[in-house]
């Protein structure tokens, strides 16, 4: 998050899972999906729900908030269905991408594990001018843990 200053500010996953609290599904809320498009957000297990695996990376390079799980994990543990989270570092443009795509097609009506493939399909399908080739393009991202 970004302070009003403009510099980084970070939170504990406890205190944003804190501000969800009241609209989840255990406090009776009809929260279904949440996005934390952040890198470290999805801890150091496995996804926080299954449609997130594509996304998962070892957390190498994220601190904080182990103890109680990662962000991801609370609010998933809270009830929330869908839980896209990034386990890693993330590219702030792959980021953008990841949630342009998946907004495109929950908008459209797609169910929110196939929005979340097709936002994943998205971010790979991003092309740059190849370094090793003139003319050529290549594939921008790939969906690695940069730090392994």
């Given at each position: 998050?970004?302070?009003?200053?403009?510099?980084?500010?970070?939170?504990?996953?406890?205190?944003?899972?804190?501000?969800?609290?009241?609209?989840?599904?255990?406090?009776?809320?009809?929260?279904?999906?949440?996005?934390?498009?952040?890198?470290?957000?999805?801890?150091?297990?496995?996804?926080?729900?299954?449609?997130?695996?594509?996304?998962?990376?070892?957390?190498q390079g994220c601190a904080g908030g182990a103890e109680m799980g990662s962000l991801g994990e609370?609010?998933?543990?809270?009830?929330?269905?869908?839980?896209?989270?990034?386990?890693?570092?993330?590219?702030?443009?792959?980021?953008?991408?990841?949630?342009?795509?998946?907004?495109?097609?929950?908008?459209?009506?797609?169910?929110?594990?196939?929005?979340?493939?097709?936002?994943?399909?998205?971010?790979?399908?991003?092309?740059?001018?190849?370094?090793?080739?003139?003319?050529?393009?290549?594939?921008?991202?790939?969906?690695?843990?940069?730090?392994?």
């Amino acid at each position: 998050f970004s302070s009003p200053t403009g510099s980084l500010e970070l939170l504990h996953p406890a205190t944003i899972a804190s501000e969800l609290r009241a609209h989840l599904p255990l406090s009776g809320g009809h929260l279904e999906c949440v996005v934390l498009n952040a890198c470290c957000t999805g801890g150091g297990r496995r996804a926080a729900s299954s449609t997130a695996d594509e996304l998962d990376g070892a957390a190498q390079g994220c601190a904080g908030g182990a103890e109680m799980g990662s962000l991801g994990e609370l609010v998933h543990k809270a009830g929330t269905p869908f839980v896209v989270c990034w386990k890693s570092l993330a590219h702030n443009e792959a980021a953008a991408e990841l949630a342009r795509g998946l907004a495109a097609a929950v908008m459209r009506g797609e169910g929110y594990a196939r929005a979340f493939e097709l936002a994943v399909n998205d971010v790979l399908a991003q092309l740059e001018p190849s370094a090793e080739r003139a003319g050529v393009m290549s594939q921008r991202f790939a969906l690695v843990d940069p730090m392994s």
